[in-house]
């Protein structure tokens, strides 16, 4: 069974509808695919009709934007219940500071490159959280850049002169909305060095005790020392080990299923739901 927990679409920042995602799920040899979009769960019905057509299992998630003393970090929440009104109060007020930071980066970035902010919202079309993809993507369709992940290299990475900010909750917060929502919460690329600050290990001891599942240790911006490292951490804090690839379809280098989770992990972490 290959097992990928870690997927998104053109709800947040992936280049494929929900139901796209499925079907290259299922030409990739996927079993089971979650789609966790950020800070939305617009995508689940779709994904589950294109599922259901493909003979594949639909994980419902969301990768919640959160916080660790300013320090960015990104909890995937495993089946939450959607109607839980203080899980959608959370995604709501995210996504509404999401725009925000959105716009002020795009007058930032603006002075050095050509960019409107029309641009960027034709990159997001309907998508329900508007982000620094779009951005990139929009100055790819501008030809200031190639790719997209050339843009966040020398334009949007955390620490250079566009980065902005925005609000997102305290992690522990977040998981306990995750809890209460009946989810499981499980760290996305803890070790991801290039993207940014990450959190120091003793944060993961203090992740734990507030409820996280696992750490998704297998995955591409990992390199063989870091999830050496961070295996380690798993087992000493009793945490699950997942991986998967953070597909988001031609806008990143990630491929379906380059990263797996075991089944033996995937039971365990629906054992856990609410």
């Known amino acids: 069974m290959r097992?990928?927990?870690?997927?998104?679409?053109?709800?947040?920042?992936?280049t494929g509808s929900p139901a796209q995602v499925m079907r290259e799920a299922a030409e990739a040899g996927l079993d089971v695919v979650a789609l966790a979009d950020h800070d939305a769960m617009d995508g689940w019905d779709e994904a589950q009709d294109a599922?259901?057509?493909?003979?594949l299992r639909l994980v419902p998630a969301i990768e919640v934007s959160a916080r660790h003393h300013w320090v960015s970090v990104h909890m995937l929440a495993?089946?939450?219940?959607?109607?839980?009104?203080t899980l959608r109060d959370m995604l709501a007020?995210?996504?509404?500071?999401?725009?925000?930071?959105?716009?002020?980066?795009?007058?930032?970035?603006?002075v050095d490159y050509p960019l409107e902010w029309e641009d960027v919202v034709e990159r997001a079309g309907a998508s329900a959280t508007v982000g620094r993809p779009h951005i990139a993507d929009a100055l790819?369709?501008?030809?200031?850049?190639?790719?997209?992940?050339?843009?966040?290299?020398h334009v949007l990475k955390n620490g250079s002169p566009y980065y902005v900010p925005h609000y997102?909750?305290?992690?522990?917060?977040?998981?306990?909305?995750?809890?209460?929502?009946?989810?499981?919460?499980?760290?996305?690329?803890?070790?991801?060095?290039?993207?940014?600050?990450?959190?120091?290990?003793r944060a993961i001891a203090e992740l734990a005790a507030a409820g996280l599942a696992?750490?998704?240790?297998?995955?591409r911006d990992h390199d063989d020392a870091t999830r050496a490292h961070l295996a380690q951490l798993a087992e000493r804090y009793?945490?699950?080990?997942?991986?998967?690839?953070?597909?988001?379809?031609t806008g990143k280098l990630n491929r379906l299923g380059e990263s797996v989770t075991s089944p033996e992990v995937l039971a365990a972490l629906e054992a856990q739901r609410g």
Do not use: C, K, N
């Not at 599922?51 to 003979?55: I, L, N, R, S, T």
């Not at 009793?238 to 379809?249: A, E, K, Q, V």
């Open 93 to 110: 007020r995210t996504q509404e500071a999401r725009v925000g930071r959105a716009r002020e980066i795009v007058e930032r970035v603006a």
């Open 78 to 85: 495993y089946w939450p219940r959607r109607d839980d009104a």
């Open 51 to 55: 599922a259901d057509a493909h003979g």
């Open 168 to 201: 997102a909750p305290e992690v522990t917060e977040a998981i306990g909305v995750i809890r209460a929502a009946g989810g499981v919460p499980v760290f996305a690329h803890p070790g991801a060095h290039a993207r940014g600050r990450t959190v120091p290990d």
């Open 3 to 14: 097992i990928d927990l870690h997927t998104h679409s053109t709800v947040s920042d992936g």
């Open 238 to 249: 009793g945490l699950l080990r997942t991986g998967s690839s953070d597909y988001h379809g």
């Open 214 to 219: 696992g750490l998704e240790v297998d995955h």
């Open 140 to 153: 790819v369709a501008r030809g200031a850049f190639q790719t997209r992940d050339e843009v966040f290299v």
